[in-house]
């Protein structure tokens, strides 16, 4: 494969920008996903819309809203100044809340999947035992949703970094700061050259390939063991 | 036979026109003038030249290509796509340096000079006449090094417009055809780049060889050179060739 300077600066951005883009979501949307799972508020209905929206949105609306919304006119743009961080689009850490928005679903609703299959019964079991809310959450919640933080860490991390109509909305397309890999590809075709294209190109459907076969490996080892403790 | 042809050339016909998004605005107004005085259709689609170079080089069924270079037609004529007689120039671009803020920038380059400015927006120049022209500027005034940390790149000219438009850049290179109509500026502030501080950014447009609408399609390319097509053209700022004799 002949990968350019450009294309692994572009590919070193990538990695850093989904993987800090991963660890904040699940830090955001773990007590999100217990609160969706178990909450009987009348809100839950809305803000689990509101989680789903970036699932049915074209990027291209996400990204003209933030455009508008962190610029020196929207309400966040206002934000950011006032505590000094100035304008965030054209910035890594711009791209870091715009992906965020946009792999919301894709690490809240495993998690909360995984977190409504738990059921009642082992937390009931637990506080029987003697165990408080925050103990039941980290001793019982957390590890049996196990399989929900795996698909949604793979999730989240792989859907950042097929990202790209946000990233072009707000990017401004700067080196090792808002040129990601897909925007590198889309200036490869845009320039017609379509062999430093297919390089790039490869590269992503042989990543994503691979992440989702280990996805799939880690669930059918997951439904074989439940079997075993089933029999 | 020769009384299908001759019924076949004169029913209505639609054409399928591609164009390069910094025209269209005047291809809008040719279009609608073109189709009162004919009983042809015309169905525009705007977008970046190099998305609609891969798409007719793949089979994509439109009759002209108005593209924002002269690289494309060529190279579609090269490839055997397009009618090498055909080929013309329609249009010379300008460029402007263009603000939202109505007191930025005033009628002169003194702001890009100054400093005094966040960032400078312009459209990536490996993909855009209009960015390749904004790097002639900034090198013909020495301003390469100096401006480079604070350039945001837009995909296209409509997208490096959006970042100055909403404030998120300070200044920016436009085509003056996205901020003049009828020689007046819509808003914000400008300067009027001089033509001599970049390269000429010639547009050009081709017939393509799959076009089923060969005769409609050449009258449209004709229609395009007129007098009333080139009132339109120049209203939004872009200038034309002299004709050769």
């Given amino acids: ?231 | 036979m020769c009384t299908l042809l001759m019924t076949s050339s004169s029913k209505a016909e639609e054409l399928l026109v591609a164009v390069a998004a910094n025209f269209s605005g005047p291809m809008q107004e040719i279009a609608e003038v073109f189709t009162q005085t004919q009983p042809h259709k015309i169905q525009l689609a705007f977008g970046s030249s190099g998305k609609f170079f891969a798409q007719i080089v793949n089979g994509a069924p439109y009759d002209l290509f108005f593209s924002a270079d002269q690289t494309k037609p060529q190279a579609l004529i090269d490839q055997n796509l397009a009618l090498t007689s055909s080929r013309f120039t329609y249009a010379l671009g300008a460029l402007a340096l263009w603000s939202a803020d109505p007191l930025k920038i005033n009628n002169d380059a003194s702001v890009l000079v100054s400093d005094n400015f966040n960032k400078l927006a312009l459209a990536n120049p490996k993909l855009a006449p209009y960015g390749l022209a904004a790097m002639d500027v900034l090198i013909n005034m020495q301003l390469m090094e100096a401006s480079q940390k604070r350039w945001v790149q837009g995909e296209n000219i409509a997208q490096t417009y959006q970042f100055i438009a909403s404030g998120n850049a300070d200044i920016g290179f436009v085509a003056v055809s996205q901020i003049m109509q009828n020689a007046v500026l819509k808003k914000g502030s400008a300067w009027i780049v001089p033509s001599t501080l970049y390269r000429p950014i010639k547009q050009d447009a081709v017939l393509l060889k799959r076009s089923k609408h060969l005769t409609t399609a050449k009258l449209f390319m004709d229609f395009m050179q007129g007098p009333e097509a080139s009132h339109i053209i120049r209203s939004f700022g872009y200038t034309l060739e002299q004709k050769q004799p």
């Fill in chain 1, 1 to 231: 494969m002949n990968l350019s300077a450009a294309d692994w600066q572009a590919i070193e951005l990538t990695l850093k920008l989904a993987a800090t883009v991963t660890v904040l979501l699940l830090i955001l949307c773990t007590p999100l996903a217990w609160w969706l799972a178990t909450s009987k508020s009348r809100w839950r209905g809305p803000v689990a819309a509101i989680v789903a929206l970036p699932l049915v949105l074209p990027p291209t609306v996400l990204g003209f809203y933030l455009l508008l919304a962190m610029g020196p006119n929207g309400w966040l743009g206002k934000l950011s100044q006032e505590l000094g961080i100035g304008l965030l689009p054209f910035t890594f850490w711009g791209l870091v809340l715009a992906s965020m928005c946009y792999s919301l679903p894709f690490v809240v609703q495993p998690l909360q999947s995984s977190m409504q299959a738990i059921g009642n019964r082992p937390l009931e079991v637990a506080a029987t035992l003697g165990a408080g809310p925050l103990d039941r959450f980290f001793t019982v919640v957390l590890p049996l949703s196990k399989p929900g933080f795996i698909a949604a860490s793979v999730l989240g991390f792989a859907h950042t970094v097929g990202e790209f109509g946000v990233v072009l909305m707000i990017g401004g397309n700067i080196p090792g700061q808002t040129r990601v890999v897909s925007v590198q590809i889309y200036d490869h075709v845009e320039a017609l050259e379509y062999g430093q294209a297919h390089g790039l190109a490869a590269s992503l459907v042989a990543f994503s390939f691979v992440v989702l076969l280990l996805l799939y490996y880690s669930q059918y080892k997951k439904s074989a063991s439940n079997m075993r403790f089933g029999l």
